[in-house]
């Protein structure tokens, strides 16, 4: 089993930053492929960003250059930095890893006022 537990979220005003974490524990084994999905009232899940056990990064068009995915491998984390922020960025994020199935943490809420 993999537990997957976000933190980070808040209220911020347009044009401010959020730092979420992702803290991964469990049968998690070797570094596995992990993301960030966000899902805002009335939306389907989208993913944000990916990153892969190799490191290769991947950003929905909506947040490049506004996002960045990051891990650190020896502490089983995820974090995602978010500048420049909007209100469309609005919604539950939530970190995922790919273990043989898709993990899901219970999600973390950014609120961002215009």
């Known amino acids: 089993q993999v537990q997957l537990v976000e933190s980070g979220g808040g209220l911020v005003q347009a044009g401010g930053s959020l730092r979420l974490s992702c803290a991964a524990s469990?049968?998690?084994?070797?570094?596995?492929?992990m993301g960030w999905y966000r899902q805002a009232p009335g939306k389907q899940r989208e993913l944000v960003a990916s990153i892969t056990s190799r490191g290769t990064v991947e950003y929905a068009d909506s947040v490049k250059g506004r996002f960045t995915i990051s891990r650190d491998n020896a502490k089983n984390t995820l974090f995602l930095q978010m500048n420049s922020l909007k209100p469309e960025d609005t919604g539950a994020y939530y970190c995922?890893?790919?273990?043989?199935?898709?993990?899901w943490g219970q999600g973390t809420q950014v609120t961002v006022s215009s």
């Open positions: 995922s890893m790919m273990l043989y199935r898709r993990y």
């Open positions: 469990g049968s998690i084994g070797s570094i596995n492929p």
